[in-house]
């Protein structure tokens, strides 16, 4: 069973900067592309950025140049640092690795960005 633990949301005013973490258990961490997701209220899920096995990375265009995607295979961790938060950045931030046919999801880390 695969388990996924996010950490690191909150409050921030816009203009700062959040690191959220994705702790992840077993041994499948080093062996799959893992993502971060988040969902605006009224708003479809969207895909924020991935990070593959290797390291190559993707991001959505809107937080391109802002947001930083990494990951610690030693510590089976993927972070997600958020620099220059929008008001329009205000979601739950969730990760998730795609293993043969099944999604597996954290539960979500609410970032709030707002004066």
């Known amino acids: 069973q695969v388990q996924l633990v996010e950490s690191g949301g909150g409050l921030v005013q816009p203009g700062g900067s959040l690191r959220l973490s994705c702790a992840a258990s077993?041994?499948?961490?080093?062996?799959?592309?893992m993502g971060w997701y988040r969902q605006a209220p009224g708003k479809q899920r969207e895909l924020v950025a991935t990070?593959?096995?290797?390291?190559?990375?993707y991001y959505t265009a809107s937080v391109k140049g802002r947001f930083t995607i990494s990951r610690d295979n030693a510590k089976n961790t993927v972070y997600l640092q958020m620099n220059s938060l929008k008001p329009e950045d205000t979601a739950v931030y969730s990760c998730?690795?795609?293993?043969?046919?099944?999604?597996?999801w954290g539960q979500g880390t609410q970032v709030t960005v707002s004066s």
């Open positions: 077993g041994s499948i961490f080093t062996s799959y592309t």
């Open positions: 998730k690795v795609r293993v043969g046919a099944t999604d597996y």
């Open positions: 990070i593959t096995s290797g390291g190559s990375t």
